[in-house]
């Protein structure tokens, strides 16, 4: 019988020692509602959410008998983009946004966007020194998703 798992428990609210296994994901993979996937190991199990949720680097699937596995965030093509000041870090996340692309905050204040060369002769255009790597891409979930979980008005138990 394939494992199931129902339940999405964000980081932070599970103890290593329940870990049977992990699933590392790349970005666009770990938006999911219902969907057969295999563990890092090759083991199938069952995601069955009741609604769509975003898996996030640290997150973890409760399964139905027991254990979770942890989710990890997959390495992936990626820009990180660096500016002088934050105004123009600010003007140059400005610039992303309006071209509705997912970008990621990194705690240094650098910003993190998927691979594009176009993007990339853009920002530096405008002034930004970039690196293109291979790294985890963990994005800005937008202001609705974020407010819901701080406000309590999600519907996990």
Same mark, same amino acid.
């Given at each position: ?9 964000? @980081?932070?609210?599970? #103890? *290593?020692?329940? +870990? %049977? ?10 938006? &999911? ?36 596995? @942890?989710?990890?965030? #997959? *390495?992936?093509? +990626? %820009? ?10 600010? &003007? ?66």
């Amino acid at each position: 019988m394939i494992r199931r798992a129902t339940t999405l428990i964000q @980081a932070d609210h599970w #103890a *290593d020692d329940e +870990v %049977l296994s992990t699933v590392t994901l790349a970005y666009e993979d770990r938006h &999911r509602r219902r969907i057969k996937m295999e563990d890092d190991d090759g083991s199938a199990f069952l995601l069955d959410l009741a609604e769509a949720k975003q898996l996030e680097e640290g997150d973890a699937l409760l399964l139905e008998e027991g254990g979770v596995i @942890a989710v990890r965030a #997959a *390495d992936e093509d +990626v %820009l990180d983009i660096r500016c002088e000041t934050t105004a123009e870090t600010a &003007r140059i996340a400005w610039h992303i946004g309006n071209r509705h692309t997912p970008v990621q905050v990194l705690a240094d204040g650098g910003l993190r966007i998927i691979y594009d060369h176009v993007l990339q002769h853009m920002v530096e255009g405008l002034g930004a020194s970039t690196t293109h790597k291979s790294a985890p891409f963990s994005p800005e979930q937008g202001a609705y998703v974020g407010a819901e979980k701080s406000h309590g008005h999600g519907h996990d138990h």
